[in-house]
């Protein structure tokens, strides 16, 4: 079993990825982000709550975002391990899911962060926006707030597992199948 974190600004191709990797291997899939958008088109309270700070490309606060991870993991069997996708996104968010996994007798395996160019990203998220239907991804503006959320609050969180030893940089540019390629390989080489 292994427990990853699929990390990465937006746009990197963490969806995209982590739907390879669960065919794959056979993780359970966390995206925070798709659990936040399920709530919000089920206009559930917590959707209520988030979408503001969705729309406007902004953090959903710990809080909240840290009780909804936790709801989702007891939720669902671990057989081959979870992909986090899109979570922890501050560091107060990885201490959390540490200390969560650890109480449980789990861990974090390895943080897997795919390494795409700010120029390129833009491209990727104006394109998605095409067919995602994604309000964050339709305006420019709404784009660059959350490179900048992700330079200034997310990017420390590498950091973060840097020092346990646990981060492998991949290269994020090429086909699809070339990077999923590198994750795959990244994978089986933590044993
Ligand atoms: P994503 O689908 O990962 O691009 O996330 C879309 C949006 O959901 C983000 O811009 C945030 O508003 C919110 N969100 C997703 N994951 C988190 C998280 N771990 N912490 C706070 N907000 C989040």
Request: glycine letters at 10%; hydrophobic letters at 40%.
């Amino acid at each position: 079993m292994r427990n990853i974190v699929l990390f990465g600004p937006p746009g990197a191709g963490k969806g995209t990825q982590s739907a390879l990797l669960v065919d794959h291997f056979d993780f359970v899939h966390l995206s925070t982000g798709d659990i936040f958008r399920a709530n919000i088109k089920g206009e559930t309270e917590l959707g209520q709550l988030a979408k503001s700070f969705l729309d406007k490309g902004q953090l959903v606060p710990d809080d909240v975002t840290i009780r909804m991870l936790e709801d989702a993991v007891n939720a669902h069997a671990n057989g081959n391990g979870f992909i986090f996708d899109g979570f922890p996104r501050t560091t107060a968010q990885a201490e959390a899911l540490d200390a969560f996994l650890s109480e449980k007798g789990q861990s974090i395996h390895g943080m897997l962060a795919l390494e795409v160019p700010e120029d390129e990203l833009r491209i990727r998220l104006a394109k998605r926006a095409e067919t995602s239907g994604r309000v964050d991804d339709a305006d420019p503006t709404v784009i660059q707030k959350r490179i900048d959320v992700y330079n200034a609050e997310t990017a420390p969180v590498a950091d973060h597992y840097k020092e346990q030893g646990k981060y492998s940089g991949i290269e994020g540019l090429g086909s699809i199948e070339d990077i999923f390629g590198r994750l795959k390989s990244a994978i089986e080489g933590l044993g």
